[in-house]
C-alpha cells in the first residue's frame, strides 16, 4: 500500500515495520514525530527520556538485551549523548540498534547549525541519509540489518526538510522477530582500557568492511545524464534540489549512506564527467573527502556554508536558467516572535525586566522572553546552562552578581541537564537565585510529558519528580512557589531571594495556557472612557493586546483572561483582573 506520509512518521513506519520494540528519545524539532508517530504502535514500547544521553544509554541496554531499539534527537542533542555515542562504536551491538538524528539547516528552531556528519566520522559509524519519505522508511529498515551484519549502531541523518515534507511511501507489514538471546561477554560490552585496546581493530576493519559494501550498495547510485560536461555529487534534501533544477540534464551521483563513502565509486563517476561539483548543505563534508581523493570538485566556491540551499539557487549557481519568480504586490508586516498570549512566563519576565535583573536563560519557549518589548535575557547557551552560568557568573562578580542576577530554566530543561548545575551550585555554596519555569509540559516541542508531569508519553500515569523535595535535598534551604500571573507575588520573591545571603529557588508555576485541560477565563476588553493610552499595558508584550487610535484594545480571540496587563492599568480601564497596588 502507498500512502503520502510526513518524513518523520516514515521513520516511525520503518521501525514499525523492521520490528523495533523499544524507543527511547528526547523530543529535539526537527525530530519530535518520529517517537510520537511510532508511539501510535502498540508494538513499540515509546518513552520520552530526560535527556538524548539518557535516551541513548537505554536504547543500547534494550539491544544488548536483544530487542531492536531506537532513539531519536536533534542535531544538537547528539552533543548531549556523544559520550555513550563514540563508546558504543566500540561494543557494538546485540539486536540492531538505530539513532536518527535531525539537523536543522537555516536554525528554523535551533540555537545553531551542525553537520551531525562529523559524529559518524569522528565515532566510526555508519551514516544513512535519506532524501524523501519512501528512502526514510526504507532506510530505516536497511540500518537494522546493517547494525546486525556489521555489529554496529547505526546513525540515520534526517533534516527539517526531509522530516517536516510529505511524501509518498510503500508500506508493508511488521517482521516480527524473536529476541536475541543475551550471553555475557565482558570482553565485548565492558569498555575498560584493556578490553577497548582490543576493540578498537575490531572498529577500524569493520568501518573497510562497511566501506566495501557502499561500493555496490543500491543506496548510493549513478543517475545518467545527457551531458557529462558536469557531473553532480549530493545527498538528502540537496539532491531533490538538483533534480528540480537539472532534470536529467546532468549525470548525479546519489549518496544515500554518507559515512563511510565508496571511494572507487566516487573515482570512477568523477572520471566520467569533465568537471566535478558538489552540492550539499552545511559543511564541505563530500567536498573534503572528494579533495582527499586527490580530485578538484567545484563545491563551496559555488554554494553557501550557511543556511538552506534551494532549487533556484542550484540552478543559478550552476549557470542553468532560473524560474522567473512574482513578487507580492505589497510588503507583509513583520512578524517577530512572541510568547503566547496568557503565557504563564510573561508576568514573571516583566518582573526580571522591571527590576533590572541580569538574567541567564535556558533553552525553550521562554527563551522568547529575550525579544522586545521584555528584553529579560542576556545569555542562552545550550540546555541547562543557565545554573551553572549562573555560579560562575556571580563567582566572579561576587554580591555586585548576585544582587542582581537571576538564572530562569524550565521544568523539563531543569531535568534535562538543569539538575546537576543546582546540585554544583548548592555543593559549591553559590549564592544565587535560581528561577524554574515550570509550565508542567514541555512546549517548545509542542507539549511531550516529561517527568515533572507525572503523565507518560501516551499520556498514562507514570512517576512525577517532585521539583519542591529534589532542591531540598540538595541542601536548599529557601524554596519557594510563585504564581506568575501574580506581578506583586512575584515582585516580592524575586527582591527577597536576590537579598538572601545564601542559594535559592523559586518555582515559578502555572501551567501552559496552550494545555487542552487549562480552563480559560473570560476575555478582558479595554475601556476606551477610562483609556488614557499611557501604553503601560503594552509593556508586557502580548499579542492579544494592540493600541488602536491611542486607545488600547484586546483581542477577545487571543486572550484567557489571565489578568496580567489589568495589573499594569493605573486607570482600571482593562476589566478583570487583579489591580495593580
Known amino acids: 500500500m502507498k500512502k503520502l506520509i510526513l518524513g518523520n512518521a516514515a521513520v516511525a513506519r520503518g521501525l514499525y515495520e523492521a520490528g523495533c520494540a523499544i524507543a527511547s528519545s528526547y523530543p529535539g524539532t526537527p525530530s519530535t514525530e518520529i517517537t510520537e508517530e511510532a508511539a501510535k504502535f502498540p508494538e513499540i514500547y515509546c518513552e520520552w527520556a530526560p535527556n538524548e544521553k539518557v535516551a541513548m544509554e537505554a536504547a543500547f541496554g534494550a539491544s544488548l538485551a536483544g530487542k531492536r531499539a531506537f532513539c531519536a534527537m536533534k542535531h544538537v542533542g547528539l552533543n548531549v549523548a556523544a559520550d555513550p555515542l563514540f563508546t558504543m562504536s566500540y561494543t557494538g551491538v546485540n539486536a540492531g540498534l538505530l539513532i536518527a538524528v535531525a539537523d536543522d539547516p537555516a536554525m528554523h528552531s535551533s540555537q545553531n547549525e551542525q553537520d551531525s556528519r562529523h559524529y559518524a566520522k569522528a565515532a566510526k559509524l555508519p551514516m544513512l541519509e535519506p532524501a524523501d519519505s519512501q528512502e526514510a522508511l526504507a532506510f530505516t529498515k536497511l540500518a537494522y540489518e546493517l547494525s546486525e551484519r ?55 576493519k569493520r568501518l573497510l568492511d562497511l566501506a566495501a559494501w557502499a561500493e555496490t550498495a543500491s543506496v548510493n547510485r549513478v543517475e545518467e545524464g545527457a551531458d557529462h560536461s558536469t557531473g553532480l555529487i549530493t545527498s538528502s534534501t540537496s539532491y531533490q534540489y538538483v533534480k528540480e533544477a537539472c532534470g536529467d540534464r546532468f549525470p548525479i551521483l546519489k549518496l544515500g549512506m554518507v559515512w563511510p563513502l565508496p571511494e572507487r565509486k566516487i573515482r570512477d563517476f568523477a572520471a566520467s564527467v569533465d568537471r566535478l561539483a ?93 525579544m522586545p518589548p521584555l528584553s529579560a535575557m542576556d545569555m542562552t547557551l545550550c540546555m541547562g546552562a543557565s545554573i551553572s552560568g549562573l555560579h560562575g557568573f556571580n563567582k566572579a562578580l561576587g554580591r555586585e552578581g ?73 541542601g536548599i534551604r529557601r524554596v519557594r512557589v510563585v504564581d506568575p500571573y501574580d506581578l506583586k507575588a512575584c515582585g516580592a ?89
Open 402 to 474: 548576585e544582587g542582581r542576577a537571576v538564572a530562569v530554566i524550565g521544568d523539563s530543561t531543569f531535568v534535562h541537564s538543569g539538575m546537576t548545575g543546582l546540585a554544583n551550585a548548592a555543593y559549591n555554596q553559590s549564592n544565587s537565585t535560581v528561577i524554574i519555569l515550570d509550565n508542567s509540559i514541555t512546549g517548545m516541542t509542542g507539549h511531550q510529558q516529561n517527568p515533572t508531569t507525572g503523565l507518560n508519553l501516551r499520556g498514562e500515569p507514570a512517576g512525577k519528580l517532585d521539583l519542591e523535595a529534589l532542591c531540598r535535598a540538595m
Open 278 to 370: 558538489v552540492v550539499e548543505e552545511g559543511d564541505p563534508f563530500l567536498e573534503d573527502y572528494c579533495r582527499g581523493l586527490g580530485l578538484a570538485p567545484a563545491g563551496k566556491e559555488l554554494f553557501p556554508l550557511t543556511g538552506e540551499l534551494s532549487q533556484n539557487m542550484v540552478a543559478e549557481r550552476l549557470g542553468l536558467p532560473v524560474p522567473a519568480g512574482k513578487a507580492l504586490e505589497e510588503a507583509l508586516p513583520g512578524r517577530p516572535p512572541v510568547m503566547c498570549a496568557g503565557c504563564p512566563h510573561r508576568g514573571l519576565f516583566y518582573t526580571l525586566s522591571r527590576l533590572g535583573c541580569t538574567v541567564l536563560g535556558d533553552i525553550g519557549c521562554y527563551t522568547l522572553g529575550a
Open 150 to 204: 556489521f555489529d554496529t549502531p547505526v546513525l540515520l541523518k534526517m533534516c527539517t526538510r526531509v522530516a517536516h515534507s510529505q511524501s509518498v511511501a510503500e508500506l508493508s507489514d511488521r517482521q516480527e522477530l524473536e529476541a536475541r538471546p543475551y550471553e555475557k561477554n565482558p570482553a565485548k560490552y565492558v569498555m575498560a582500557p584493556a578490553n577497548a585496546v582490543r576493540r578498537h581493530p575490531i572498529v577500524e
Open 493 to 581: 520573591a524575586v527582591k527577597e531571594e536576590l537579598a538572601a545571603e545564601e542559594l535559592s529557588v523559586i518555582i515559578s508555576r502555572r501551567p501552559c495556557a496552550l494545555l487542552k485541560y487549562v480552563e480559560r477565563k473570560p476575555a478582558l476588553a479595554a475601556d476606551p472612557e477610562k483609556c488614557r493610552g499611557c501604553k503601560a499595558c503594552m509593556k508586557i508584550g502580548c499579542p492579544a493586546i494592540s493600541m488602536e487610535e491611542g486607545k488600547a484594545r484586546v483581542d477577545a480571540t487571543q486572550c484567557v483572561g489571565c489578568g496580567v496587563c489589568a495589573q499594569l492599568c493605573g486607570f482600571g480601564a482593562l476589566a478583570g483582573g487583579k489591580e495593580a497596588e
